[in-house]
């Protein structure tokens, strides 16, 4: 579905749009290994610098995302988790990445201490 420049963004379709765009890009950051990471730098780029969505409704977005979907987001990387096996990888292969993202990692830790992979 193709995005004219005349549509309006709201911030539930930015939410949606963004949780949706995390989801089906995420394993394609690490194919050979299926890790659940994609970067915020494309998302950004795909939805706001080539797509139409308000960079404003992205930020809010990203901070909803985490705040009630257990996304963890950091400066370089994103992930939504579908359990803490996952979120461990993704953890650890951030922590090995060349350049450290300390956001990712805390942003993980909270996730995983909000409860959200509890039965």
Known sequence: ?????GETWDA??????LK??????QAKENPTSCM??????????????????PVELFEQALEQLEKHE???V???????PPNLKSLNRAREFVIDYEKLDKQ???SSN????SGVFEE
């Open 70 to 72: 257990g996304v963890v």
């Open 104 to 106: 990712f990692i805390a």
């Open 110 to 113: 909270k996730v995983q201490q």
């Open 1 to 5: 579905m193709n995005e004219s420049y």
């Open 36 to 53: 659940v990471l994609t970067t915020q730098e494309h998302a950004r780029m795909s939805l706001c610098a080539n797509g139409t969505m």
């Open 74 to 80: 950091g400066d370089i990387f994103l992930s939504y």
């Open 12 to 17: 539930e379709r930015a939410y949606k749009k």
């Open 20 to 25: 949706r765009f995390i989801l089906r890009t």
